[in-house]
């Protein structure tokens, strides 16, 4: 097939994409919307939970700090009956919270008992959630913003949310992109004078010139999270070796034996009888010599593994590292810097943060504020241009119908885009699938009625 270089070649694929555009702006715009605003309380959530929450998170300093086991004893008292999965370890400014395992909570959820680490007194018992140790607040608001609050059937809407904010973003830009005449495109865009429909254009073309690659950040990082979408993500990582490695937890005689730092074998060997007490507090000092606080400790799940120590996600923190403990002697047995991870792993794991807002302190959150609320602005906007562009009667027309008996280059090349993002993204297929479907029975009803109407 040979392609000529003709007026039809760009027109064919701007009129696709503003289709598509018209289509998916009219009817993804309330999912986005939602997304937009439980994302606006969830940027904020982090500085909330810390505010909220002083008296159960911060303690004032003292001389002395209780043994990690005398603490554990104490959180023990209140849920006799559940095991230990790890215990937290703050700051000198901080409660330490002993984590409990209930098979009556949800998924990734466990009971946090905070403890003062100098006097012992327990100043809260709640729940805590996922890697992020976020508390009931900080976790229901990601529910809403995540599944709607209506469990993991409410993850479609968020996938098709996240899914479709990319493309228009995109396909706005590149709309505007083409529209504009040479050289000076980009003070064309940022233009947002005039009056009336071309007022409203204007402004909404501008902010999504502005905020696109804000929008299109939230649409990846969000996908992460999502089912399908999720899914292929991370087989495709783990096919480019894009994931964190696991940290060797194994006993054997050749980890065992390692010193991986200049602390490495401070403690000499114990007796195999050694208390699960005194394992604790072997593996606590271990664990705080070598790592930055907060960090988690955490109890092998079987015979012959290691205790591990991991430090824990906290503002303009770019390494989490860990460590594995040999429990009866509290020597280092292995070291996994997150510093040697792949570098997309590293990043994918940055940019996750990023979209959580707690990389990067309280300013992280304003940008993500300010994200949602361009998004809210920009399908306010987009609704408004709708309304101004309808007929004295009536609702307004969607662009025309596009014939593509002969397709263009730029056509064509659009289709392999969309055609590779269907693949990573199925629910976007599903839904653009929809969106044809919508569009050819309305230009079959057009078709239909013109006989009609011209016999009147």
Request: charged share 15%; aromatic share 8%.
């Amino acid at each position: 097939m040979t392609f000529t270089r003709t007026s039809v070649a760009p027109s064919q694929a701007l009129r696709l994409l503003h289709r598509l555009h018209f289509f998916a702006g009219v009817i993804c715009a309330p999912l986005i919307l939602i997304a937009a605003l439980t994302g606006l309380v969830y940027s904020f959530a982090p500085t909330i939970e810390n505010l909220s929450n002083q008296k159960l998170l911060t303690v004032e300093v003292e001389d002395t700090r209780l043994p990690v086991s005398e603490l554990v004893d104490i959180a023990q008292q209140h849920h006799p009956d559940l095991p230990v999965t790890g215990v937290r370890i703050g700051d000198e400014t901080s409660t330490t919270r002993v984590l409990f395992a209930d098979d009556q909570l949800p998924e990734s959820t466990v009971h946090a008992v905070f403890i003062n680490p100098y006097s012992g007194e327990i100043t809260g018992d709640t729940t805590q959630y996922g890697s992020s140790a976020a508390l009931p607040f900080r976790h229901w608001i990601s529910q809403g913003h995540r599944m709607l609050w209506l469990g993991e059937p409410g993850r479609i809407y968020s996938e098709l949310a996240a899914s479709w904010l990319g493309v228009l973003a995109m396909g706005g830009f590149a709309l505007l992109w083409l529209r504009q005449r040479k050289p000076r495109r980009v003070q064309a865009m940022l233009r947002t004078g005039g009056s009336g429909r071309v007022k409203t254009y204007r402004r909404h073309a501008a902010l999504g010139t502005i905020a696109g690659l804000g929008f299109i950040f939230l649409t990846f990082t969000g996908l992460t999270w999502s089912s399908y979408a999720g899914a292929n993500i991370s087989t495709l990582r783990a096919e480019l070796n894009w994931t964190q490695p696991a940290l060797d937890t194994s006993l054997t005689s050749n980890s065992a034996s390692i010193a991986h730092d200049e602390h490495a074998g401070h403690h000499m060997p114990m007796a195999a009888s050694i208390s699960e007490s005194e394992s604790i507090d072997l593996v606590a000092s271990t664990a705080l010599e070598n790592l930055r606080t907060p960090l988690t400790i955490t109890p092998p799940s079987e015979s012959g593994q290691a205790w591990t120590a991991a430090e824990n996600r906290q503002s303009f923190r770019f390494t989490t590292d860990a460590i594995a403990i040999n429990g009866e002697t509290g020597a280092l047995t292995n070291r996994l810097n997150s510093a040697d991870w792949p570098l997309a792993a590293q990043a994918s794991a940055w940019l996750i943060q990023l979209h959580m807002g707690t990389l990067l302190g309280f300013g992280n959150q304003v940008v993500l504020a300010a994200l949602a609320i361009s998004i809210t602005i920009m399908i306010c906007l987009g609704y408004s241009l709708l309304w101004q562009r309808r007929p004295r009667s009536g609702w307004p027309a969607a662009p025309r119908r596009v014939v593509l008996q002969h397709p263009t280059k730029g056509t064509l090349i659009l289709g392999a885009a969309l055609l590779a993002y269907c693949v990573l993204a199925p629910l976007f297929a599903v839904s653009l699938i929809a969106f044809i479907v919508i569009s050819l029975c309305i230009h079959f009803v057009r078709t239909a009625r013109k006989p009609q109407d011209s016999a009147l």
